[in-house]
């Protein structure tokens, strides 16, 4: 099997008709299916959270069959995740897309969980993002526009409180779960 680093591909990859938008619906259907769920798995474990379609994306091109997606077909990918909300276009052009391997809820819910199994109450951003207890979690270099989302979210339902300190390394929240 082929790996792209420590990430395995799935069979397809070695597929040359799947780095082409097939015409015929049903096909397409399936082809789409399996890119979205190759750039969630792939993403996710290389906590990659952007996909600049102006730049080179490892997933896109295969050189061991000399293939790659063409601009449209990457652009119908990603527009798929976005219908679904597991993804958000960054620009008005569609050049940029945000990555979203885990709903802004599920990672609301991941917080939550980490919190409390953790036994925290308060933390800094920057902690939640890369301090000691994220380590080797999920959290760990969560994109921060993601994560305030998430803290937005759970301030809303009473679980949390965002404050601010005199610049940006002083934010914090305070957990009430």
């Excluded at 008709?17 to 399996?34: C, G």
């Excluded at 474990?45 to 601009?71: A, C, G, V, W, Y």
């Excluded at 979203?100 to 609301?108: E, N």
Aim: with cysteine; hydrophobic share 40%; net charge neutral.
């Amino acid at each position: 099997m082929q790996r792209l680093g420590d990430f395995r591909l799935p069979p397809f990859f070695n597929y040359p008709p799947y780095f082409t938008l097939q015409p015929v619906r049903e096909t397409r259907e399936k082809q789409v299916q399996l890119w979205k769920d190759l750039i969630l798995d792939y993403c996710r474990s290389q906590k990659i959270h952007t996909i600049s379609l102006e730049e080179d994306f490892p997933l896109f091109s295969n050189p061991k069959i000399e293939r790659s997606l063409s601009h449209e077909a990457k652009e119908v990918f990603l527009a798929a995740l976005v219908s679904e909300g597991r993804a958000e276009w960054m620009d008005k052009g569609h050049k940029k897309c945000l990555i979203l391997w885990l709903r802004i809820q599920d990672w609301a819910n991941l917080i939550t969980n980490f919190v409390k199994d953790n036994g925290l109450e308060v933390m800094t951003i920057e902690e939640i993002r890369s301090g000691i207890d994220t380590r080797g979690t999920e959290l760990e270099g969560i994109d921060r526009g993601v994560l305030m989302r998430a803290l937005r979210q759970l301030e809303q339902k009473g679980k949390a409180a965002i404050f601010k300190g005199t610049s940006a390394d002083d934010e914090g929240v305070k957990f009430s779960v």
